[in-house]
């Protein structure tokens, strides 16, 4: 009960720290708003996403097309909206996915220790020796190209980092008064890692995936440039860039367009993300 009450008190601490920096609370209001625009693509988009009109292909600023049009003549406005979606989805469940595998490994060998300790730290050196992008493209070609494969990738190669950052933590938690009274009293280790150890790692948590989704949005975004990612015709930010490239002499608006929309949602996630380290890390307190 304790230690709901300090959870509590921590992230209420850090709202109200947040509140007074008005950048990070402008970069939340961007980001809630693309969320929105994403969420409603479907009701705000003025087009179908895959309409095609061939007599206006590569138009400029229009009163129907308010951003243009590419080379089937479908709206980008609306491409970007839609682009959003898959953009956002993939960045967030990738994360997630590496959440739980470095989440689940950092508790296990900063817990145990020892020799199952050494053992997943190997693992984690072997994994972070690969360069992630390189490591993402092979995985990609085993997989082949797709949504879904694009962030069970991210997943797969984005959690080393996580892992090494919840180890350290929990192998200082272990020997906290309350956890060592908690063994005494004959609580069982899953009960310990599920009520005690793991709770007190979520600020942590929430940090390192906050500032991990931006860089799962590039991810994406170079893994559908290069083909591998998200497939056309479905709408993503990587893969309007691939296309749009060869057009980049006739109409450069066209690649310019999904590359704001890529470096406003990076920023504003790591601005957020700076904002939430700082408020909820004990020793800038």
Not at 94 to 122: K, M, N, P, Q, W
Request: charged share 15%; glycine share 8%; net charge positive.
């Amino acid at each position: 009960m304790k230690e709901k009450v300090v959870l509590n008190n921590l992230y209420s601490d850090a709202w109200e720290k947040l509140k007074k920096d008005k950048v990070v609370m402008i970069s939340l209001a961007v980001l809630i708003v693309i969320i929105l625009l994403a969420i409603f693509a479907p009701v705000i988009a003025p087009y179908p996403p895959e309409q095609q009109n061939m007599k206006n292909m590569l138009s400029t600023f229009s009163k129907e097309h308010l951003l243009g049009t590419d080379e089937f003549g479908r709206d980008i406005l609306t491409r970007i909206l839609y682009g959003a979606r898959a953009s956002l989805l993939v960045a967030v469940l990738g994360e997630v996915i590496s959440v739980i595998i470095g989440v689940t490994l950092g508790v296990v060998a900063g817990y145990f220790g020892g020799v199952v300790d050494a053992i997943i730290s190997r693992i984690i050196e072997i994994f972070s020796s690969f360069p992630q992008i390189l490591f993402a493209i092979a995985i990609m070609f085993a997989l082949g190209p797709g949504i879904e494969n694009v962030f069970i990738t991210i997943g797969i190669t984005g959690w080393t980092g996580i892992a090494r950052i919840i180890r350290a933590d929990v192998m200082k938690l272990k020997h906290n008064q309350y956890i060592e009274m908690c063994k005494i009293s004959g609580g069982s280790t899953l009960r310990i890692l599920v009520r005690h150890v793991i709770p007190n790692c979520l600020s942590t948590i929430t940090v390192v995936a906050t500032m991990n989704i931006p860089g799962n949005i590039m991810y994406e975004a170079s893994l559908s440039f290069l083909g591998l990612g998200v497939q056309p015709p479905t709408a993503s930010w990587g893969v309007m860039i691939n296309t749009s490239r060869n057009f980049l002499r006739t109409n450069p608006t066209y690649s310019i367009y999904p590359g704001i929309a890529i470096i406003i949602t990076v920023l504003a996630f790591n601005i957020l993300g700076d904002g939430l380290r700082d408020a909820l890390d004990p020793k800038l307190n």
